[in-house]
């Protein structure tokens, strides 16, 4: 049985939060190392994307639905964003403040998620040809939350779209990839990911590199004139 407990400690109380969550989400996770026998083993053997999804299936024992699943899975969540952040050191740096209102502006980034997602759905063939919304042009609904957009690509595959107006929050990945899991459960297909946003943190880019059928794309406001009678 191996997990990295003293490291994932340190990067925990330097990035994350206190040292009681720390020694909270240490005994979970030392939980979760007897029963998988291994938990560096178990990530290893299953990948980032397929132990969340396994994780989310289980309905006995650590994962059984209650209040304390949510917890496991929070730790379960935090140690994967450690090692993330252990594999390229220069994504652990803290992330850089936004851009003001006038620098974003000025880069022709669209403010308002409803404006972006409306701009998205119109031109989905220039995002990528031949993707087609199945949502009948309504967010869908699933149990982590709510799909901004949910296409089909042109070899039949189901996408989740996920939009972020301005920079990309750090948590958007965490958000995406819990809707993919809820649409791959639901159909028993796989799901493909896109999260478009103004720009990306080198954190969020090392942490989607790492994560299988994942895109991440940056948009920029299309630029039209309007003649005046």
């Known amino acids: 049985m191996s997990w990295r407990a003293e490291d994932f400690r340190d990067h925990f109380l330097n990035h994350v939060g206190t ?3 720390a020694f909270q989400y240490a005994a979970l996770l030392r939980q979760l190392d007897r029963q998988w026998l291994g938990l560096d083993e178990k990530i290893g053997e299953l990948g980032f994307v397929q132990i969340m999804m396994w994780a989310r299936k289980l309905r006995a024992g650590l994962f059984a639905n209650t ?3 949510t917890q496991f899975r929070a730790a379960l969540n935090c140690y994967l964003k450690f090692l993330i952040d252990d594999a390229n050191p220069e994504a652990a740096r803290p992330i850089a403040a936004p851009p003001n209102p006038k620098e974003q502006a000025d880069r022709g980034l669209i403010r308002q998620e409803h404006q972006l997602q409306a701009a998205v759905r119109r031109d989905l063939d220039l995002l990528e ?4 919304a199945i949502d009948g042009g309504q967010e869908r609904v699933v149990p982590t939350g709510r799909i901004d957009i949910l296409a089909r690509d042109a070899q039949g595959a189901q996408l989740v779209i996920e939009l972020k107006a301005g920079p990309c929050p750090a948590d958007a990945l965490e958000q995406a990839l819990g809707y993919t899991t809820d649409i791959a459960q639901s159909s028993d297909m796989p799901c493909r990911t896109i999260i478009i ?4 943190g080198e954190r969020t880019r090392a942490a989607a590199r790492r994560v299988p059928h994942l895109k991440l794309v940056e948009y920029r406001l299309r630029l039209q004139f309007n003649a005046l009678d």
């Open 67 to 69: 209040p304390l699943a």
């Open 19 to 21: 040292s009681e969550q």
């Open 197 to 200: 946003a103004g720009s990306f």
């Open 129 to 132: 040809p031949g993707l087609v």
